[in-house]
Structures are given as C-alpha cells and as structure tokens.
C-alpha cells in the first residue's frame, strides 16, 4: 500500500478482504490508536506537566508505580471500555481483570496491555511504550469474561502490536498477516503507513542484555554471551552490546535492524522477570510475523499455556539464527 497511507484506511482495506467483517475490531484498533495519542502527548510535555515521578503506590510485582503508568493504565481503559466492542481487559498494572461496568454492553474480544513498558525511563527521556494483545472472547460476545478467557496461549492471539515514544511516536502492529509500522505525525494527528512488511534479518550484529546480571546467570548463558564478545570475522563476531533498559525500545531496533534481546532466568528471578501475557507473547507474535523466534531457551513462546495472570517467563527473542544459536547454547548443544 501507498506509503503515508493513514493507519484507519490500511485497516480498513484490510478489512474488506474478509467479507463476514464487522469492523468491530477495525473500531478497537483504531481507539487503540486514539489512546495512544494521548499517551504521546503526555510524554512529550512531561518535563512541563505532573506526570513524572512515582506515586508510592507497589503494584502486584512489588514494583513502585510510576505516575504515568496510572495516567496511561486509565486512559486506555476510558478509551475502550464503553466501545462494546471488549468483554473485559486486563493490565499488567492491575492485580485482577477489569470488567466492564453494567452501564456498557460487552464486545467478543479481550483485551491485555502493558500500558507503559519501561516508564522509570521517562525522567532521563529515554524511549517508552505501550504492549497490546487482543483475543477473541471463548465463548462468544456479550458475556463478561472470565479468567479463562485471558488465560491463552499467545498462538491464539488475533493481533498483538505496540507504540514507541520517542523521537518519533510509532505504532507497530500484526493480524497475522504481516507486521505494519505507522509513524504519528503530530502536524495531522494521523498515524501514517512508515513501515510496510517488516521483516527483521534473520542474524543481527547486535546483542541486547542487563550483564549486571551475568554473575546470577547459568553457566550456559555466560557461555553464549561469552561467545558473542568473541572475535570472528567469519562468523561476524565480536556483536556489539545495545542495551537501553526498555524492552518495547530494544526488541524495535532489534525488529529492524537484527539481533538478539535476552532477559533469561537468574538466581534472583528463577521463573524470569518478563510477564508472559503483556511483553512476551505480543511481542513473540509480532517477531515471529517478521520471520523472527522467541523462546524461553527451551520452549516457543507462542506454546506456553498461561496459569497465572501475572506469570513471569524468560525470553530470548530477536533475529531467527540468533535466537537458535541461544537455544543451542542453553540446552548445551553448543
């Protein structure tokens, strides 16, 4: 499609090849889309506006809530809830499912977000983002959710997509038909076709790690990170670290550009740190549309059949060779 086409008419095209469409889902993505104006706005002044800093508040992670994650978790929530296109949502910044009050009818999807990935960042203006998976509703529309229907494999996602704010607001997002990127451009208010059919290559250069983790590793992680510093022209090592500390900011570079996110279980964190429901499965979703791989070292991601809400996995996800190689390495293949 023509390049600077707006995000509404591509959904919409996209649509029409499915003649049983409603549309409903092409209106929740769009309103999807609106929230994530709003976010950007607030960002972008938030060294003017009161939307830095923490609130003192621990969510279910133990983790400090930062005021933008407040401001982003209601704003998505305003923005879908009363659509009738939802049947209950679900955020990694609340502890149990938000259903949808009485006074709204009830759609056939769910919804799952992280509303700000990486939002300690924001006081130093370092990119962040907002991570969304939608579902279709087990049982058809009309009917509150129930945990069972949020608790899925990510192979069952419909669409799953994020919004990086950063030097430029980016909203990257797959059916699975593809993975569409579209650049906001402010002087319009208009999310416009960037970036059509991504592709990530199927080796990068790069590697993105926290090593100050490295001394809680396994063995076997040390060993592949140890062997991707090692110099070999032929295999084009030595890659070169790129961490930025936001995982929505590391997987997008990584998505273009090629290489290799790891975030793999330590001594302090056995079961992982990333939730497996608002980062891993979406983004395992998009990579694997771009031709990708995400793993936990031993299991497709996509695979893992949730327990919990909250369920915390480690993830190697990133340029396919790459990601296999990490596999071979952690299952002591290599």
């Not at 009050?101 to 960042?121: E, M």
């Not at 593809?178 to 990068?204: A, Q």
Request: glycine share 10%.
């Amino acid at each position: 499609m023509e390049r600077g086409t707006t995000l509404t008419r591509f959904i919409i095209e996209e649509q029409r090849k499915y003649p049983k469409a409603t549309g409903e889902f092409t209106e929740l993505l769009t309103e999807l889309a609106t929230a994530g104006k709003i976010i950007a706005r607030e960002v972008n002044k938030s060294g003017l506006a009161d939307i830095l800093g923490i609130t003192g508040r621990i969510n279910i992670h133990g983790e400090t809530v930062q005021k933008l994650d407040e401001f982003a978790n209601s704003t998505i929530i305003k923005t879908v809830d009363h659509t009738g296109h939802v049947a209950g949502l679900a955020s990694e910044e609340m502890d149990e499912i938000y259903h949808i009050p009485d006074k709204h009818p009830l759609g056939k999807y769910i919804l799952l977000f992280d509303p700000v990935d990486g939002s300690t960042n924001i006081d130093v203006n370092v990119s962040i983002g907002t991570i969304f998976s939608i579902y279709r509703k087990k049982d058809g529309g009309g009917i509150r959710a129930t945990t069972e229907d949020f608790l899925r494999k990510g192979s069952e996602q419909l669409c799953a997509g994020y919004i990086i704010y950063g030097s430029s607001t980016m909203l990257v997002y797959t059916t699975g038909r593809g993975v569409h990127g579209f650049t906001l451009d402010p002087t319009i208010g208009e999310f416009l076709l960037s970036h059509e059919n991504i592709k990530i290559p199927r080796r990068g250069k790069t590697y993105s790690a926290n090593e100050s983790n490295y001394n809680r590793w396994d063995r076997s992680v040390q060993r592949y990170l140890d062997h991707l510093k090692g110099d070999d022209k032929s295999t084009g090592r030595p890659y070169t670290a790129r961490y930025i500390g936001s995982l929505v900011s590391d997987f997008h570079r990584n998505l273009l550009k090629g290489g290799v996110f790891l975030y793999p279980a330590d001594d302090k964190s056995p079961q992982g740190k990333l939730r497996l429901m608002y980062e891993a499965a979406p983004l395992a979703f998009i990579v694997e549309e771009g031709g990708g791989r995400a793993s936990t070292g031993w299991e497709r991601v996509l695979d893992i059949q949730p327990a919990d809400l909250h369920q915390r996995v480690p993830l190697i996800i990133g340029s396919a060779e790459d990601v296999e190689e990490a596999e071979a390495f952690i299952q002591g293949r290599k």
